[in-house]
């Protein structure tokens, strides 16, 4: 076997391979006496027909069952003759099948990026100082409200902004799939801040309005049971006891100490983000395209479950420069990910059975599930090298922040 190798692009290299005719031959003719065995042509027993005959009858499948057997076995050989370690199965191209003269072809494989690890330890990073100002006391004891608020009915009224609407609808996607939802609760925000309040206002009780919504378009028909206003719980002695306080000056500092903790784990969180932000910057090493492509859908994924839940606009799907967004982003990502990986081999940081049992354990914790279960879970769907990765990567992180230089600053 002929084997010549070429970089293709950066992180890919395309391997030109022949073998020789006699070994072609050879797996053609294992291939066709399979076929004779097995085939049944009119006018002769099952077998029995002459091996030229089922050659050419059978030729294209003959040839297709030969690439395949063939083909995975070459590619894995001539691999490991050229010592190349590849991330991505071959992509075979420019196949020459030829008896007389043998097989060629071309396979491309994606290889691991060369990266050159810019300086990690002691880097400059700057943390806020946890304060809480009165105002938002405020707004969480008004929110703490708002989660208790009573919802009362309010006959014979044509709904309007700021009311709540007690609704029927079904919705139809641009492919024809219905969805039907019962007695939904609505809250029909102020004029220009939600398109589909802005279409049911003016709606009486019993009436049925057909609405559409922009972004991927939905069709609505929602049907108008009640109209309900909002009524806010008072900050009296029940309010209080709800919270095991006596009174509002216990409340505001029971607000202030979750605030606090609050604020103290969002910032430990963008700590982290800052490091790797700031690491990722540093470095430009060209990464394997099939990863950056398979990083684009995950984020794409995460895109659409986000507007799915209600936390993003449509409108971020029709953004146009959503594709390049994704794929910057999916960049960042995947070097990220070797930069952690490089460091953790450079610093011996590994991921003992243990740490991953422990992890296991959290997950089933916060699911509701048994560790077992969640753990076959993971090793049937093959996550469980994705959950000892994703472990490694905080410790790598941690490692990172533990040399870092953190300056404290005035934050909100």
């Known amino acids: 076997m002929n084997i010549q190798v070429e970089d293709k692009k950066p992180c890919q290299k395309a391997l030109k391979i022949a073998l020789p005719s006699h070994d072609l031959k050879e797996a053609h003719q294992k291939v066709l006496h399979d076929f004779q065995k097995q085939s049944r042509v009119p006018g002769f027993r099952q077998g029995k027909a002459p091996l030229k005959m089922v050659e050419s009858r059978f030729s294209s499948e003959i040839k297709s069952e030969v690439l395949k057997f063939l083909l995975p076995k070459i590619c894995r050989d001539a691999l490991h003759s050229e010592k190349i370690q590849a991330i991505s ?49 405020d707004k969480m004891i008004e929110e703490l409200k708002e989660h208790r608020a009573l919802f009362k009915p309010v006959p014979d009224k044509i709904l309007a902004h700021d009311d709540y609407a007690v609704v029927d609808y079904s919705t139809v996607d641009p492919k024809g799939k219905k969805e039907d939802h019962k007695n939904a609760l609505i809250a029909i925000t102020e004029k220009g801040k ?37 009524i806010l719980p008072q900050l009296d002695e029940d309010f209080f006891k709800e919270f095991q306080v006596a009174d509002l000056e216990g409340l505001r500092l029971k607000v202030k100490s979750e605030i606090e903790v609050y604020k103290t784990k969002t ?7 800052q490091a790797v932000r700031i690491l990722s910057d540093r470095v430009t090493f060209d990464v394997p395209s099939s990863q950056t492509r398979q990083e684009v859908e995950n984020l794409y994924s995460e895109l659409l479950g986000q507007v799915r839940q209600g936390l993003v606009s449509r409108k971020n799907l029709e953004d146009p420069k959503l594709d390049e967004n994704l794929h910057k982003e999916a960049l960042r990502r995947v070097r990220v990910s070797y930069l952690l990986h490089h460091i953790a081999e450079k610093e011996t940081l590994k991921v003992e059975d243990q740490e991953l049992t422990n ?5 089933s914790q916060n699911v509701g599930k048994s560790p077992e279960e969640v753990r076959a879970s993971f090793e049937k769907e093959n996550r469980l090298e994705v959950l000892r990765s994703r472990i490694t990567q905080d410790k790598v992180i941690d490692f990172i922040l533990e040399n870092a230089i953190i300056k404290t600053v005035n934050g909100k």
């Open 89 to 137: 199965d071959p992509v075979v191209d420019q196949i020459k099948y030829d008896l007389e003269k043998g097989l060629t072809f071309e396979a491309v494989v994606d290889i691991l990026p060369k990266v050159d690890l810019p300086e990690y330890k002691k880097l400059e990073l700057e943390k806020p100082a946890i304060t809480v100002s009165e105002e938002e006391m």
């Open 267 to 273: 910032g430990e969180q963008a700590l982290r983000n």
């Open 359 to 363: 992890e296991v354990l959290r997950i």
């Open 194 to 230: 939600n398109e589909l309040s802005d279409q049911l206002v003016g709606m009486q009780v019993g009436e049925t309005r057909k609405v559409m919504l922009e972004g991927p378009k939905l069709t609505f028909q929602v049907t108008l049971n009640e109209v309900k206003e909002k």
